[in-house]
């Protein structure tokens, strides 16, 4: 899926009320990968052709699935764990749905 402004929005709105194609693992999966390549390419938002806003809206995902996962389970759990069972609350996806809706 390309990333857009209205794509992260339609994503999140999915993921947020169980009509995605996606699982939680694969939207945040999807997310971190957008993130980490404007990290690792030193790319502004602008060069992804997506807000700054966006760009914050990814890296709180993709923060929030980890903090999630680990002040959920032990190491020894998450070991073993099938991510692609994991829902991570809809309060953390609520921020982004919020700030997204006021931008678009």
């Given at each position: 899926?390309?990333?857009?402004?209205?794509?992260?929005?339609?994503?999140?709105?999915?993921?947020?009320?169980?009509?995605s194609?996606?699982?939680?693992?694969?939207?945040?999966?999807?997310?971190?990968?957008?993130?980490?390549?404007?990290?690792?390419?030193?790319?502004?938002?602008?060069?992804?052709?997506?807000s700054?806003?966006?760009?914050?809206?990814l890296?709180?995902?993709?923060a929030?699935?980890?903090?999630?996962?680990?002040?959920?389970?032990?190491?020894?759990?998450?070991?073993?764990?099938?991510?692609?069972?994991?829902?991570?609350?809809?309060?953390?996806?609520?921020?982004?749905?919020?700030?997204?809706?006021?931008?678009?």
């Amino acid at each position: 899926m390309i990333l857009t402004d209205e794509t992260l929005y339609q994503a999140i709105k999915d993921i947020y009320f169980d009509k995605s194609d996606m699982n939680h693992r694969e939207f945040c999966d999807w997310a971190s990968m957008h993130f980490r390549r404007m990290i690792n390419e030193d790319l502004d938002p602008e060069d992804l052709g997506i807000s700054s806003l966006t760009a914050n809206i990814l890296m709180d995902i993709d923060a929030q699935w980890n903090l999630y996962l680990a002040n959920t389970y032990l190491p020894n759990t998450l070991k073993s764990l099938n991510l692609n069972n994991i829902k991570s609350p809809r309060m953390y996806l609520d921020y982004g749905i919020d700030k997204l809706i006021l931008k678009i």
